[in-house]
């Protein structure tokens, strides 16, 4: 009985990311087919989601083409968490509760990351993510073989001219989350913490260190050895007038890992 009503636990996905930058937007445009207006969330929020007709999911994989059943379309969960400065307390809970996690997708102003200060913003925010998965796969490491978790760095907003590629967000987000990485731990070492040999509290300096310990340069990639698998996709989920969203790479990503 046990066994059976775990199994029925539908596969979740998380969105995060700071505000404004279309975590809400995505909930309503996969759950429903269409973006609806949205306002500034304040609470956590779950819609229920199918793979469309014309996404593969992992079990259609070796599927040929010429095969007219109609394809596999599970459902899922998409849970949608406020990225005000003062309410990611919700979505930091949310990295490590759901049992049945498939996969993160934080969702990136593509237009706001060209300016210093939405860059920093989401570079550290970012950053304090990935720590947090980052510790969570050390500390699983001992116990049953910590599992692989997948990203996808959502580069939204692509319709906004003044919007940088999906390259390039990649390649200047892992600047600036390298300048962070570097910014938190001089801090950590002005302030004492993590000074004692025998202080396991989670303080030193080399558990708080993202990625490769010592290394220079951040890359994405270093990541991989912390368990995370992580994609940076272009996409817009509003087009400008008539035009429509594109998010085909995204759903994409979510049939690989559903
Ligand atoms: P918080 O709830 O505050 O964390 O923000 P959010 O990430 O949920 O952002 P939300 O989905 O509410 O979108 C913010 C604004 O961006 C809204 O006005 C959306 O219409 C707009 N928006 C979302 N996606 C796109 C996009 O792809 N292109 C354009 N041009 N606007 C978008
Ligand atoms: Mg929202």
New binding site residues.
């Given amino acids: 009985l046990y066994r059976s009503a775990a199994s029925k636990e539908l596969p979740t996905f998380l969105l995060i990311?700071p505000?404004?930058?279309?975590?809400?937007?995505?909930l309503t445009l996969f759950s429903n087919g269409t973006p609806a207006p949205?306002?500034?969330?304040q609470e956590p929020q779950t819609a229920l989601c199918q793979l469309p007709s014309s996404t593969r999911s992992s079990e259609d994989r070796y599927r040929s083409e010429n095969d007219t059943s109609s394809r596999h379309q599970p459902k899922f969960l998409l849970l949608?968490t406020?990225?005000?400065g003062k309410l990611r307390h919700h979505a930091l809970t949310s990295l490590t509760s759901p049992k049945a996690l498939r996969g993160i997708l934080f969702?990136v102003d593509s237009a706001s990351v060209s300016s210093a200060t939405g860059m920093t913003e989401t570079a550290e925010y970012l950053h304090d993510v990935l720590l947090v998965l980052q510790k969570r796969h050390t500390q699983s490491k001992s116990s049953k073989g910590p599992q692989q978790i997948p990203v996808l760095v959502a580069a939204?907003?692509q319709?906004?001219f003044t919007s940088l590629p999906a390259g390039l967000v990649k390649t200047r987000l892992e600047q600036e989350v390298g300048r962070v990485r570097e910014t938190k731990s001089k801090g950590l070492l002005d302030s004492g913490i993590g000074m004692d040999d025998d202080d396991d509290a989670g303080g030193d300096e080399e558990t708080n260190w993202l990625g490769q310990y010592g290394s220079k340069e951040f890359k994405l990639a270093q990541m991989e050895e912390h368990g995370l698998d992580i994609r940076v996709l272009g996409g817009?989920?509003?087009g400008e007038g008539k035009e429509k969203?594109k998010v085909e790479e995204w759903w994409a990503w979510v049939g690989e890992n559903l």
């Fill in positions: 990311g505000s404004g930058s279309g975590k809400t937007s995505l949205t306002h500034i969330s949608d406020p990225g005000h969702v939204n907003k319709d906004v817009n989920v509003k969203g």
